[in-house]
């Protein structure tokens, strides 16, 4: 039994899990931004009401989140290239990491888009009114009056997101791409202390997960502060009332 765990392997392994840190932190940073962008698109559409791209919309957004990830990866990293391949763009010499940011972009976008979409129709809609009759522009009234607010409301949520994300690119080895985890398993397998080698790679998930977690409850205090800051429309605004002079 003690040949078979063995403690001290845990940190001997450890170094070399962690040299493998970066192609998780890049895979969780890129399929962030891709699923903001997105997200915020996929939300727009669906608050604006177009007919066409908001049944698009919602018929993505029912399939990722209907699908297991893993699913999504292989149907990406096989499927992908082989469309491609009709239409005649050769991907032979595309990197898997790209299909892991598709694959985790959209999927983080299906999500996000749900999340943005409840903060903003969260702001009340007499905000909306106000900011217009006090003579914003929509894009003033999105940017300053309802985005500061939804963002506040959101981040809880996307926080969440976030660290959900990070804890599912440990699939990433699935398709060759070798992260956290990918190595942990590739030192397992060679040295027959798998047990060990996952070991260290929970502590470095455990460790970036608190991490994340601090960190974005730091930007939501900030983003309390400064919410304090921003300009404040009036929901029920004054009309003067001007008196007819009496006639003697």
């Known amino acids: 039994m003690n040949n078979f765990f063995q403690p001290h392997l845990i940190w001997q392994y450890f170094p070399d899990v962690l040299s493998a840190l970066p192609v998780t932190l890049l895979l969780t940073l890129v399929s962030t931004i891709i699923g903001v962008i997105v997200g915020a698109g996929i939300a727009y559409v669906r608050m604006e009401d177009t007919p066409v791209f908001k049944q698009i919309a919602a018929v993505f957004t029912s399939f990722i989140r209907g699908t297991p990830i893993l699913i999504q990866m292989f149907l990406v990293y096989y499927g992908l290239p082989l469309f491609l391949g009709y239409v005649g763009i050769d991907t032979d010499g595309v990197n898997a990491l790209v299909y892991l940011f598709i694959t985790y972009g959209l999927n983080m976008a299906a999500f996000l888009s749900e999340i943005i979409r409840a903060a903003l129709e969260s702001v009340p809609a007499t ?112 009309i003067p009332v001007i008196e007819t002079p009496k006639t003697s």
């Open 127 to 238: 905000q909306r009114e106000a900011a217009l009759t006090s003579g914003y522009t929509k894009r003033q009234m999105y940017f300053k009056i309802i985005f500061p607010q939804a963002v506040i409301i959101a981040m809880p949520s996307f926080a969440t997101m976030v660290i959900s994300l990070l804890q599912d690119t440990s699939l990433a080895f699935t398709i060759g791409v070798l992260d956290v985890v990918g190595k942990a398993k590739a030192l397992g397998t060679a040295t027959f202390h798998t047990v060990e080698a996952y070991l260290s790679a929970m502590i470095i998930f455990v460790i970036l997960s608190f991490i994340l977690e601090r960190l974005f409850r730091w930007i939501e205090k900030r983003s309390n502060y400064s919410s304090r800051q921003m300009p404040i429309v009036a929901t029920n605004p004054v």
